[in-house]
Nanobody, 127 residues
């Protein structure tokens, strides 16, 4: 059974760092686009970034501060978040897409293109 499980969220002071992890099971991972999204209270779920192979893609709001990486033997994707701001407070979700490929990078930001979702992990940045 395909499953994604996020961990690593918590409370951090502005300017601090956190690393989120997303463990994948079942057939998820190899060849899948792995994405990170976030949802703040009262707002829509928004794209943070994605990774396919060695290629990474980020939203403008996190570019230069967040880094996505993957450990294939461990079936795990990471989201390293530096220079955190109160505006980064949200529930962070990991997602996997079996439909997207390397030529679809412009589509990575649309959540409807993802087939599997984790339960989310809360990140709170205090000012």
């Amino acid at each position: 059974q395909e499953q994604l499980v996020e961990s690593g969220g918590g409370l951090v002071q502005a300017g601090g760092s956190l690393r989120l992890s997303c463990g994948a099971s079942g057939r998820i991972f190899s060849g899948y686009v792995m994405g990170w999204f976030r949802q703040a209270p009262g707002k829509e779920r928004e794209f943070v970034g994605a990774i396919l192979g060695s290629g990474t893609y980020y939203s403008d709001s996190v570019k230069g501060r967040f880094t996505i990486s993957r450990d294939n033997p461990k079936n795990t994707v990471y989201l390293r978040m530096n220079s955190l701001e109160p505006e980064d407070t949200a529930v962070y979700y990991c997602a996997a897409s079996r439909r997207l490929n390397a030529y679809d990078s412009s589509q990575y930001k649309y959540r409807d293109n993802y087939d599997y979702w984790g339960q989310g992990t809360q990140v709170t940045v205090a000012s």
